[in-house]
């Protein structure tokens, strides 16, 4: 069997909250990580989240990953892509979406600059990001240095007020039973990130692998060779896999990984 690249989404994936605890890692799945180096293939990471909470939450774990839906690549340490908005695309994003009432972050690898967000949700936001002094309140385009965007739904009435707002095949995934629900741009995405991934390393697309769960993994799912579904996943997701695992809290990497024979 040729050796293969493995990308893992996070949330929902490799980490989720239980029994009240935030940011939680199944042992098995740093088992099943561990195994998979081991057997020689490599392990990368594709999601929303940047590469400070990547280090921060994995220390030591991946030098090679697709962060902030596709914004900033990473093989081997080395940067591959780092596309940040420009400051009039800036200002371009704060005109549609406060047109349509929207509670919104720029987020970028340190900081994310909050526009339209009730001071009551800055502590819960913060603790969502999980990386210290992270949110920006007080801000100007030209000082924004983002790669994605994240939006804010206190309620289902909230995110049907501002659903018209997601058009030409934004995606918004929002995160079950959170606050904040992260945009991904069509041009702009996990899938890019991959190829531009898979570009830069010489890696064809046939030893790939992705396992995901989140609206922003659909169209990763057709960006590798083997797409993997988490038992937890949302439908579409499921739809689009190859393989459907267990849940994450149910050792859905490891069983999932054993059923490709990787482990």
Request: charged share 25%; glycine share 10%; net charge negative.
């Amino acid at each position: 069997m040729n050796k293969k690249t493995v990308f893992f989404d996070i949330d929902g994936t490799l980490l989720g909250d239980r029994n009240g605890r935030r940011f939680q890692v199944p042992e098995s799945a740093l088992r099943a990580l561990d195994a998979l180096r081991k057997n020689g293939h490599r392990i990368a990471i594709c999601s929303g989240r940047q590469e400070a909470f990547i280090h921060k939450f994995f220390p030591g774990l991946f030098q090679s990953y697709v962060a902030q839906n596709g914004a900033h690549v990473v093989f081997d340490g080395e940067t591959v892509v780092d596309r940040l908005l420009p400051t009039e695309r800036i200002r371009g994003l704060i005109s549609h979406f406060d047109s349509f009432g929207c509670s919104y972050v720029f987020v970028g690898k340190h900081h994310g600059w909050a526009r339209n967000v009730p001071n009551r949700f800055f502590s819960r936001m913060e603790e969502i990001y999980g990386l210290p002094d992270f949110l920006v309140a007080d801000w100007e385009p030209e000082q924004v240095e983002a790669g994605m965007m994240d939006f804010i739904f206190e309620t289902d009435e909230d995110f049907e007020r501002c659903a018209g707002a997601f058009t030409g095949g934004m995606i918004v995934n929002r995160h079950p039973g959170g606050l904040t629900s992260d945009l991904s741009f069509p041009e702009w995405d996990k899938a890019n990130g991959i190829e531009a991934f898979l570009s830069h390393a010489g890696i064809p697309k046939k030893d790939t692998v992705a396992f995901g769960d989140g609206y922003n993994d659909i169209t990763m799912m057709g960006a590798v060779g083997c797409a993997v579904a988490m038992g937890n996943a949302v439908a579409e997701v499921k739809e689009k896999a190859d393989y459907v695992t267990s849940p994450i809290f149910e050792d859905g990497i490891e069983r999932g990984l054993k059923h490709l024979e990787l482990i």
